[in-house]
């Protein structure tokens, strides 16, 4: 059975960073698409950042530049460093895995497996 736990949210002022994790189970991170996506109250959830399997990765318009994925293949874990943070960061945060063939990697209803969720709250 596949588990993802997601981990290093907080508070943080604007312009501060974090960096999440994600720590899989039953799972191996050398296999297909993996991504970080967001939510906030009220808006649909967003694709964020993905990193494939052979380790390119692709990143929202909103998040270039400031965000950066990567991956530990031998600890089976995802990180996302986010710096320069805005208020508009404000969301909770996921991390998904096993994207199905065919659909684009911003799409939430593209992946098998998903984490519970960090909250990332930037403050003004």
């Known amino acids: 059975q596949v588990h993802l736990v997601e981990s290093g949210g907080g508070s943080v002022q604007a312009g501060g960073s974090l960096r999440l994790s994600c720590a899989a189970s039953?799972?191996?991170?050398?296999?297909?698409?993996i991504s970080w996506f967001r939510q906030a109250p009220g808006k649909e959830r967003e694709g964020v950042a993905t990193i494939t399997s052979y380790g390119t990765t692709g990143y929202a318009d909103s998040v270039k530049g400031r965000f950066t994925i990567s991956k530990d293949n031998a600890k089976s874990t995802l990180y996302l460093q986010m710096d320069s943070l805005k208020p508009e960061d404000t969301a909770m945060y996921y991390c998904?895995?096993?994207?199905?063939?065919?659909?684009?990697?911003?799409?939430?209803?593209?992946?098998?497996?998903w984490g519970q969720g960090t909250q990332v709250t930037v403050s003004s």
């Open positions: 039953g799972y191996t991170y050398t296999s297909n698409y």
């Open positions: 998904a895995a096993e994207k199905r063939s065919g659909y684009d990697w911003h799409y939430q209803g593209a992946y098998n497996y």
